[in-house]
């Protein structure tokens, strides 16, 4: 007799229904995994025979075949462990199989028997849920799994005897609670930083819109601390978002002790990053940076420093909000809606633009160090700004009044504000301006008249290109919004404006 039990193959975030079926055969002994197994899949038979044997269960001196269907879906990771285990369970008679019916189960074996925690038990978790089943997985997941609704049947077992025992009705197992993490302590406040008030400034306007920023400026000024302090003024993530944030942190393994939190992502990685850390991929398409940032930021300090490759595969998924990681035979997609800040120095010696400063290389410094970053990467950065080295006479200052909680409160004001925009217009699924796209845009932020005419000026003595003419629009809506009004004024133009083209006037002043 087939035993079988459900699992899943995991597919980017998508979790695929596979069926793990055993039978023992007549014939040689032998243990046999077919269904295009990975490594850590055909290993799984040294865990689950020795798993067996230290819960006191030999196997037959028989010839026992497992097989993972779809056979042509490729299957990788040790979370195969748990269901073949249960399917030769089911197959000894040891485990009834309409007990097994009603589960999808993952889970890695120790040699002792003890289940250790794996990756994507959150989509597991859905997609059992969608198929009306329940999930088994190990304890250390249970945590994470449970947020998938609170009518989903979880069995969270610490080892394989005390699942055994629950199937027995000896030792009821109790259901995994979902649980929030600690707010890791403070996050830096926008009050250490003294001085540098239109860098503040820009960096709420980024906030209120999802707006993609960028800072230039010399060494010293306050990039990385302004982009560090980006955190503090974003609102928390609603359930929804953190769902899915979690989920894609959940394949990355990066969800410590299967806690959810409701902060948004913030990911710097450092220049020296690769492009499978950023798009993703490895051994399993895990997860890269960009899909790690989702509904959060992408911090990208030092940007020309990073391999040309690596930020020209930033551009497609700043436009579809998805990466795809390719495989030998399939390919994985994964949602990488993200804010992207970038802090550059203007140019290689880094004081470019400085008032008395000559570069040695005299204006190639600018121009070479800037070519690195290619126009349409650029083009994309809604918000250019130019971080002067901050005086003196500023750091002798006492410390700004304002602290990141009264800039959160603005940020959050304006981001109902469009919220309550686009379900008015029926677009729920939008939430930011950084979302909204030309035809939209045009509808949502027509200027007044004296904008209107400041725009064609300005398009004719800038030569904005259609682009760049929504990305002002865009910025200018997020200005109104902060402002509290429906009208976009002059006075909103006139700022988003000033936010484009900067790396190009650098290479001027140098
Ligand atoms: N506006 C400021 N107010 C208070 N301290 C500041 C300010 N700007 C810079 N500093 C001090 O200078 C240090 C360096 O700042 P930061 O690392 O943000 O500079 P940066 O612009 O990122 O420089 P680089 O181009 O070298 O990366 C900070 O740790 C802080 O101590
Ligand atoms: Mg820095």
């Not at 046999?32 to 197994?37: A, F, K, N, Q």
């Not at 073949?84 to 028997?113: H, K, M, Q, T």
């Not at 820009?202 to 707006?211: I, T």
């Not at 609603?238 to 990355?252: F, I, K, N, Q, Y």
Request: aromatic fraction near 4%; hydrophobic fraction near 45%; charge should be neutral.
């Amino acid at each position: 007799m087939t035993s079988r039990v459900a699992t899943v193959a995991f597919q980017g975030i998508e979790a695929v229904a596979v069926d793990v079926q055993a039978q023992f055969l007549s014939g040689q002994v032998q243990f046999h995994i077919v269904g295009l197994p990975d490594k850590a899949v055909a290993e799984s038979r040294e865990r689950v025979r020795a798993a067996l044997y230290a819960i006191g269960l030999g196997l037959p001196g028989k010839r026992l075949a497992i097989n993972l269907s779809p056979a042509d879906l490729p299957k990788e990771g040790s979370h195969f462990d748990l269901p073949i285990a249960l399917a030769v369970l089911s197959a000894l008679g040891v485990i009834p199989p309409d007990f097994l019916n009603r589960y999808v189960v993952l889970g890695e074996l120790a040699l002792d028997g003890a289940l250790m925690a794996v990756a994507g038990a959150l989509p597991a978790a859905i997609a059992a849920n969608g198929r009306e089943m329940g999930l088994i997985c190990p304890k250390a997941s249970g945590a994470e799994a449970a947020w998938a609704g609170e009518d989903i049947d979880i069995l969270a077992p610490d080892n394989l005897i005390q699942l055994i025992n629950h199937v027995k009705g000896t030792q009821v197992l109790s259901a995994p609670k979902p649980a929030l993490a600690p707010e890791p302590g403070v996050l830096p406040d926008l009050r250490d930083i003294k001085g540098q008030e239109s860098g503040k400034r820009a960096l709420e306007v980024a906030a209120a819109g999802g707006h993609h920023l960028l800072m230039v400026g010399p060494p010293g000024a306050g990039k990385s601390m302004l982009a560090q302090r980006l955190p503090s003024i974003l609102p928390p993530m609603d359930p929804r978002e953190m769902l899915d944030v979690s989920m894609v942190a959940s394949l990355g393994g990066e969800l410590k002790d299967g806690r959810l939190s409701r902060r948004r992502p913030f990911r710097s990685p450092h220049h020296s990053a690769s492009m499978p850390a950023l798009v993703g991929g490895g051994l399993r398409a895990k997860p890269g940076e960009m899909a790690l940032a989702h509904h959060g930021v992408l911090f990208l300090d030092e940007l020309p420093e990073f391999q040309p490759r690596v930020l020209e595969s930033l551009r497609q998924p700043l436009e579809t909000g998805e990466t795809v990681v390719a495989r030998a035979n399939y390919h994985v997609t994964y949602p990488a809606q993200f804010q992207l800040v970038a802090a550059m120095n203007p140019c290689k010696c880094g004081m470019a633009g400085e008032p008395g400063h000559t570069c040695k290389k005299g204006p190639r410094c600018a121009a070479d160090y800037q070519a690195r970053i290619s126009g349409p990467l650029l083009d994309r950065m809604d918000i250019q700004i130019e971080l002067p080295a901050v005086r003196i006479a500023d750091l002798t200052l006492p410390p700004p009044k304002e602290t990141s909680a009264d800039v959160a409160l603005r940020v959050a004001a304006a981001r109902l504000r469009q919220k309550q925009r686009f379900e008015k217009l029926g677009m729920a699924q939008l939430r930011i301006n950084a979302q909204a796209d030309g035809a939209l845009l045009e509808e949502i932020a027509q200027p007044d008249s004296a904008g209107i005419k400041l725009m064609r000026d300005a398009a004719d003595a800038m030569g904005l290109s259609a682009r760049g003419y929504h990305r002002v629009l865009r910025v200018a809506r997020t200005l109104a919004d902060l402002d509290g009004r429906e009208q976009i004024a002059r006075l909103h133009i006139a700022e988003a404006l000033s936010y484009r083209q900067k790396l190009a006037a650098f290479q001027v002043a140098a």
